[in-house]
């Protein structure tokens, strides 16, 4: 009896490893549709999260081909494409941002990651500088605590850099009213508000504020997914089975995508929870 439990055990531990060793290097291609009586006509974004330096074969060949083929009109990342490490290149990131730059606009608000290279320049040096002007040779230019006019499509795009306050463990951090509208400004009312927020925590703050959507990624789905049930297990701040872990939230008329992201850091493992790149679909609402 001893020797089938051992067997069992062993086999289980066998095949979980597998299961993590597959959904850590793979990515699924989700797709996410939105209408609106502001948006002016169909357009499509891809969006990218939490790269965190990951490559899907050689210099990212596999993840490029997947963005291709969605033949978007412009890519949207929204944060932790590269890791704060001073052991770790950001050329992966890099790369792929220059690559994506030469065929379409690239829209790119920072996450946490991005944000500690300027915050902590005694431990980082001159990494925030260098990953800078990396982009900008590549023509992109991060939209932080601003926002871009897309007048053809009747999009407004917004980028948000929260506090890292806001990103401590365990217990989130409140956030004043007034503290999305002190980095942002008003969101306007005859446009359609994209808002690229890294940490989706605030997402009743961020609908709040005036996002029609809000795409966010920070908890990596959750490292590991419970199988049927679907929630993920832990967040980067420490929360197990967090409220917001991955997939489409709604508050009122408001709409978050919440990408898995595609890459992972402090927990370098995925467990029945691939990484996840996500199309939005942008569309106008006609009269029936």
């Known amino acids: ?22 959904d850590s290097n793979r990515f699924v291609v989700r797709t996410h549709t939105v209408t609106d009586r502001r948006i002016k006509k169909p357009c499509r974004a891809v969006l990218l999260t939490d790269l965190h330096n990951k490559q899907y074969g050689k210099k990212n060949e596999r993840l490029l ?23 770790e290149s950001f050329e992966p990131a890099l790369h792929l941002m220059r690559s994506l730059a030469g065929d379409y606009p690239v829209y790119y608000a920072y996450g946490n990651h991005e ?5 902590a320049r005694d431990v980082y040096g001159d990494m925030a500088e260098r990953y800078e002007a990396g982009l900008g040779s590549a023509g992109i230019e991060p939209v932080v605590n601003g926002h871009c006019n897309l007048p053809e499509q009747g999009i407004v795009l917004y980028g948000v850099e929260i506090d ?13 009213p007034g503290y999305l509208p002190g980095l942002l400004g008003q969101a306007p009312k005859d446009a359609y508000t994209v808002l690229l927020a890294h940490n989706p925590d605030y997402f ?23 199988p049927f049930w679907g929630k993920g297990f832990i967040a980067p701040t420490w929360r197990i089975f967090p409220k917001y872990d991955g997939g489409v939230f709604r508050e009122g008329d408001a709409v978050m995508v919440l990408s898995r992201g595609l890459g992972s850091h402090t927990i370098p493992v995925r467990l029945f929870n691939p990484g996840e790149l996500w199309v939005i679909e942008f569309r ?5």
Do not use: C
Request: aromatic share 8%; net charge neutral.
């Open 1 to 22: 009896m001893l020797d089938i439990l051992i067997t069992i055990i062993v086999i289980a531990a066998l095949a979980l490893a597998w299961i993590m060793l597959y």
């Open 65 to 87: 081909a997947a963005i291709r083929a969605a033949q978007p009109d412009f890519i949207l990342a929204a944060g932790d494409l590269l890791t704060a490490n001073t052991k």
């Open 115 to 119: 944000q500690r290279l300027a915050a």
């Open 164 to 176: 890292m306050e806001y990103f401590k463990k365990l217990r989130p951090e409140a956030m004043d």
């Open 204 to 226: 009743p703050q961020y609908a709040a504020w005036g996002a029609a959507l809000t795409l966010s990624g920070h908890v990596h789905g959750g490292v590991a997914r419970v």
């Open 284 to 288: 106008p609402l006609t009269e029936p």
